[in-house]
């Protein structure tokens, strides 16, 4: 067995990142089944009290509002289905709103049927793009807004919404993809971003 240093392991990080990532994008996505979910997640590139310090990703990471309140980095938005596979990923600037990668055809062109999404989703011109796409927008209804009617099969689906919190919670603390303090995914960034 090899050993390396920590400054070493960066390094060979770096270098295989944008492999990984093709080889991730091209070969290990799930195949949709007709029921989609999706949900973004915050990456913090540092904490909050750091961040004019922070030099690691000065000019790419942005501050924007999560559910969990302000945050400098990036967001992973995630489309799985519902046997938990992952369709789909894109990471963007914190500050890019939850909707707009589901406006991007390359990030839902493999994806039909219908997406349950959380409240952060809601919006007009969204639902007549997807719909126009042939995909079907599943909301759960913020309280401001009329109740219309769901189906009965819909209420149940939006609340296995639970299993797309439970992998993005397994990302961030198991595979510890917010790692704050060194910059081996940058590179990787340029694939994924979208503008």
Not at 47 to 61: E, M, R, S, T
Not at 82 to 102: C, H, M, S, W, Y
Not at 141 to 160: T, V
Request: proline fraction near 3%.
């Amino acid at each position: 067995m090899v050993s390396y240093s920590y400054n070493r392991f960066v390094e060979l990080i770096r270098k295989v990142n944008m492999p990984m990532t093709l080889f991730l994008k091209t070969c290990c996505l799930g195949d949709c089944t007709g029921i989609s979910f999706i949900d973004s997640t915050p990456i913090r590139a540092c904490k909050n009290k750091p961040i004019k310090c922070n030099k690691v990703f000065a000019g790419i990471a942005t501050t924007g509002k999560s559910t969990m309140g302000w945050v400098y980095g990036f967001k992973l938005h995630l489309i799985i289905n519902d046997k938990g596979e992952v369709l789909n990923f894109v990471i963007t600037q914190a500050n890019v709103d939850d909707r707009e990668p589901l406006k991007n055809q390359k990030f839902i062109d493999k994806i039909k049927g219908k997406f349950y999404a959380d409240k952060g989703y809601v919006g007009r011109e969204l639902t007549e793009i997807l719909f126009l796409d042939e995909l079907h927008l599943v909301i759960s209804i913020r309280n401001n807004i009329k109740n219309i009617l769901m189906e009965l099969k819909d209420k149940i689906l939006l609340r296995k919404r639970s299993v797309i919190e439970t992998i993005n919670n397994e990302l961030k603390n198991m595979c510890q993809i917010e790692h704050q303090g060194i910059d081996p995914f940058q590179d990787s960034f340029q694939i994924l971003f979208m503008h």
